[in-house]
């Protein structure tokens, strides 16, 4: 089967981008918008982009009347976010914070999830993620209808039991985080591993 893809509706586009396009890691970023209101929502067109300096992107989009979504109003007021990475035992209380709530309802108190002070950023970062960076944006390019914003990395907190001070290396083999799978609704554990060496 061939594709042409801008003959496609967007909707069919992304549908068939995002289901192929697997697994995506998902970023649960938080901000704080001008009113000093914490927003949380989940993003799977996320990624890290590059590490001299290190950078993430990712891609927030509108909402279905054309506005921005709250994570993007935020980011463009105050330059700052926090992205929280999702593992198993916080997935449920990601998709929990995906949902359309009234504007100013706390996404992290509907989803039974606790704020911790950032060390460098002002929006929180989520007590239960295995891992948070915060991020300062860098800048956002905006590509058609598509939004990307980029984030300069600037602070990393790991949990305890997934991080090796002395190497100062990831434990990978507890680090179960979760990926973005077929659109709609499909994910993927991350705990079915194989290790292959890179050739010399």
Not at 45 to 63: H, K, T
Not at 87 to 109: F, K, Q, T, V, Y
Not at 182 to 197: H, I, L, N, Q, V
Request: aromatic share 6%; net charge neutral; charged share 20%.
């Amino acid at each position: 089967m061939e594709i042409k893809l801008d003959t496609l509706a967007t909707n069919r586009a992304y549908g068939l981008l995002a289901s192929l396009v697997t697994p995506r890691p998902i970023a649960l970023v938080t901000t704080i918008g001008a009113d000093g209101r914490v927003n949380a929502a989940p993003f799977s067109f996320f990624n890290l982009m590059g590490a001299r300096p290190p950078i993430c992107a990712f891609a927030p989009g509108d909402r279905d009347s054309g506005i921005p979504k709250d994570t993007a109003l935020n980011i463009r007021a105050t330059h700052e976010f926090v992205v929280n990475l999702v593992d198993e035992a916080l997935a449920e209380a990601m998709n929990r914070c995906a949902a359309s709530l009234p504007h100013g309802e706390n996404e992290l108190s509907h989803a039974g999830l606790q704020s911790a002070p950032s060390r460098m950023v002002k929006p929180p970062r989520i007590l239960e993620a295995p891992a948070s960076l915060e991020c300062v944006e860098w800048g956002t390019l905006q590509i058609g209808e598509n939004r990307m914003v980029i984030g300069l990395i600037k602070y990393v907190h790991v949990q305890d039991r997934f991080y090796d001070p002395e190497k100062q290396r990831i434990l990978p083999q507890g680090l179960m985080t979760v990926g973005r799978m077929a659109s709609p609704d499909w994910y993927c554990k991350t705990g079915d591993r194989f290790e292959m060496k890179r050739p010399d």
